[in-house]
């Protein structure tokens, strides 16, 4: 059985709640479609009643057993603001919740604020910064942790590392030029992503042009920096560098070069680059010969933005990943 096929099993065990904020796009609607199908999710999609029905008649999606969250709905709207004015440390002022409550990635974010929904889900039609910002707002930061920023596993063909021909790698998408607190930040949340998702006991590399010490310059001082944060923040995690790529996952060359006890050198199953020029020139050298998942991490509750030209069926993996975190995220 392959990673998704497993991911799909966890799924369908304690099926999460999932919201949709842009299921008025066919392609959305068909994957809140394959979702209901298949077991993986109770979707709830956020809109235009009216609109979201005719959707899904376009796209050949049959809504039942799926939630209809109608934003026309003046009565409905009205519960709910009043519902969400009770929130603990309510965000908004009773003008902005009724305005907010209106769009619809707003109101799939409140809802999961207030436990409706587990999941929110989008970014066919708006920017991963919309998306960040909506979820800095209202869900907030999970606990201790700095900075919103990304993870993606790899799928190798051939490669045959620590965890087989998988390997962990953020941030590559949000985090321009990480400072070595958000870096650290980075390194524990993605440890913490990948134990969630993939059940691994994380070995976390931080990468560099620099093995121990092997090259002096700020930006090698600050991965160094950030190591030595994340090591005082989470000393139970296994954190290690500065370490090149080779030294953090080839066991030979890690033997030659990091002359000392580590538990991540020559082993390590996720690597976290020192900005995204590195990041994204590594994860587009990787994409020509394999397959790279990105998920937005660091919020309280999963929330999920997804690339715009990405096909159904990736759509509906990123789900099933999201889902798999937010049972993980439950049980913790």
Known sequence: MDLMEQLRDKARADVQKVAFFEADDPKMMEVVGELTKEGLAECYIVGDAETLRATAEQAGVDLEGIHVVDLADAEANEAFAVRFEAEPDCPFKPKAVRRRSKKPMDRCLMMQRIGDVDITFGGLCCSTGDVIIGGQTIIGLADGIETISSLGIFNIPGWEGSEGHLMGFGDAAVCVDPDPEQLASIAITSAETVHALMGWEPRVAMLSYSTDGSAESEKVDKVREAVRIANEQRPDLAI?????????????????????????????????????????????????????????????????????????????????????????????
């Open 240 to 332: 290690d560098g500065e370490f090149q790529l080779d030294s953090a996952i080839v066991p030979a060359v890690a033997a030659k070069k990091v002359r000392r006890e580590s538990a991540v050198a020559g082993k390590a199953n996720v690597l976290i680059c020192p900005d995204i020029n590195v990041g994204n020139i590594g994860v587009k050298l990787v994409q020509n010969f394999a397959h790279y998942g990105p998920m937005l991490q660091g919020f309280k509750k999963i929330v999920c933005d997804c690339s715009r030209s990405a096909p159904v069926s990736e759509l509906v993996g990123n789900v099933v990943m999201s889902c798999v975190r937010s049972q993980a995220l439950k049980e913790a």
